[in-house]
Nanobody
Framework: VQLQASGGGMVQAGGSLRLSCTASGRTFGSYVMGWFRQAPGQEREFVSGISESGSNTIYAESVKGRFTISRDNAKNAVYLEMNSLKPEDAAVYYC?????????????????WGQGTLVTVSS
């Protein structure tokens, strides 16, 4: 599976962005998908995950209520709608594909990673 993330950019605090991640291959619907982010000098952290069918979602406490993850298996795509952005949301955002919903918060449990897309939030 090859993943391509896009949609990053610069936005003012309080603004919104929608990240997209498209996947190659015909098995996209069999993967748990996750979004992670990494700010300069910090470790990569979990942001959100979605189960294979999209029926289950999970969020980091820091983004709950502001971010929404969704997927369209017919388009081999997963999305992250980010609202009410804060300066602390600034990071490189990565999408990832894995096999285990119970480990959806754990980055090392993901098998495939996109290249990342940069989100900058100005105060």
């Amino acid at each position: 599976v090859q993943l391509q993330a896009s949609g990053g950019g610069m936005v003012q605090a309080g603004g919104s962005l929608r990240l997209s991640c498209t996947a190659s291959g015909r098995t996209f619907g069999s993967y748990v998908m996750g979004w992670f982010r990494q700010a300069p000098g910090q470790e990569r952290e979990f942001v959100s995950g979605i189960s294979e069918s999209g029926s289950n979602t999970i969020y980091a406490e820091s983004v709950k209520g502001r971010f929404t993850i969704s997927r369209d298996n017919a388009k081999n795509a997963v999305y992250l709608e980010m609202n009410s952005l804060k300066p602390e949301d600034a990071a490189v955002y990565y999408c990832a594909a894995g096999q285990y919903w119970r480990y959806s918060r754990v980055s090392r449990k993901y098998d495939y990673w996109g290249q990342g897309t940069l989100v900058t939030v100005s105060s």
